[in-house]
């Protein structure tokens, strides 16, 4: 299954038009912190060191607004998104509230009605979206809690202490222990399984392992049965530390970001390494759209993320600050997208047909005419983003 076609980018970047806008209106901008999608895939949030920025579907500018935070969460139904501990209107960028927290907002419920954050002695607080107010709060007994990860569903938080991680339930109570402990760590979409990759000092030598200032490490990627805390696979010998662990909206493929570099794609039925890129530099997040054709990367300043088979275009003031790739640009993967798109039977048929066929030009089309009416801006983004991948091959 692997390929170098898997590789592929798209080198959809921020180009002329906001170079443009962020000329005229925020000239100091240097960086892009943290990207998020909006649910329904019509909108990116884009995160800087003073400003937030919303982009559409094709990357054009929306809106933004001056602010000096860090952390972005959309809420599961769109109509908020979380910056730090402030709360805005998503389609105004107003402030709603602000909560009292000790740290950022780490998740949105489900139900987009409160968030979850830690609260005064390291406890962890669960608040509500409107007004900021504290409504639950899980003691953790005085711990340092140093990684917090609210459930799917949010019955559950996965909670990493100073000396292990955990399951609590939302009394508090300690529903297991994950061995090994982990540091990122990243909720299937369905909430079935637990990612987590921990580093170990090994000896010299040892097979797999890097060599990390006058030492020996074993980087390993766990995944965890969420039923029983069990792991049900590893993936040890990385050579570089994922810090940001992201699965696909329909947990067939999971992507690792590494701060040095290296990003991981692997698929998730028995964790074989599917795709990846090397000497990217340094990423400071990724992002996969909610239909799951696009993966949005952000690299620190002056550091591209270079593919030799694959075009890209690097925006002069962000400095290639901000890719898209297409992690499966396969057949199979379009399929996928066509499935999350949800679209009405005539529709999704027709395309599936195309697909089978391998005629992307025509797929190409018949999405395009349908875009805005029977298929959504953000799934056919996604489709036409990956029938293209398909056709570059």
């Not at 909560?99 to 998740?107: A, F, G, L, M």
């Not at 607080?125 to 990684?147: C, E, P």
């Amino acid at each position: 299954m692997k390929k170098a076609a898997l590789l592929l980018m798209i080198g959809i970047f921020l180009s002329l038009y906001l170079t443009t806008f962020i000329a005229a209106q925020e000239p100091a901008i240097q960086s892009i912190e943290y990207i998020e999608w909006r649910p329904d895939g019509s909108e990116l949030a884009v995160l800087t060191q003073n400003s937030l920025l919303i982009l559409d579907e094709d990357f054009q500018f929306l809106r933004t607004v001056s602010l000096d935070e860090t952390g972005l969460h959309w809420s599961p139904d769109s109509s908020m998104i979380a910056v730090g501990r402030t709360i805005l209107n998503a389609n105004t960028l107003a402030v709603v509230t602000q909560v009292n927290s000790e740290t950022n907002i780490v998740n949105w419920s489900e139900d987009s009605l409160s968030v979850l954050a830690l609260h005064a002695g390291h406890n962890i607080g669960v608040f509500d979206a409107q007004n900021g107010t504290l409504i639950h709060s899980i003691n953790t007994n005085g711990r340092f809690v140093d990684g917090l990860s609210w459930s799917p569903d949010n019955d559950f938080v996965a909670v990493k202490y100073s000396s292990h991680a955990a399951i609590l339930d939302m009394s508090g109570n300690e529903i297991g222990v994950l061995q090994p402990t982990f540091g990122s760590f990243a909720w299937s979409t369905d909430g079935q399984r637990m990612a987590g990759v921990d580093i170990q000092e090994v000896a010299a030598g040892t097979a797999g392992s890097i060599d990390t200032a006058g030492s020996s490490a074993l980087i390993t990627l766990h995944i965890w049965d969420s039923s029983n805390l069990q792991v049900s696979h590893t993936i040890s010998g990385l050579q570089a530390y994922p810090s940001y662990l992201r699965w696909s909206p329909n947990g067939k493929y999971l992507i690792g970001g590494s701060a040095s570099g290296p990003v991981y794609i692997w698929e998730t039925q028995n964790f074989e390494q599917i795709g990846g890129m090397q000497d990217t530099g340094s990423i400071r997040d990724v992002e996969i759209s909610p239909f799951g054709g696009r993966a949005a990367i952000v690299y620190r300043p002056s550091e591209h993320a270079p593919v030799s088979s694959a075009p890209e275009v690097i925006d002069t003031r962000f400095d290639g600050m901000l890719q898209i790739i297409v992690p499966n640009p396969t057949k199979f993967g379009l399929n996928d997208v066509l499935t999350l798109c949800d679209l009405p039977q005539s529709s999704s048929e027709s395309l599936a047909v195309l697909i089978e066929n391998d005629d992307m030009d025509n797929f190409i089309t018949q999405v395009q005419a349908g875009r805005g009416t029977t298929i959504s801006e953000g799934c056919a983004a996604d489709l036409i983003a990956v029938a293209e991948a398909i056709q570059a091959q």
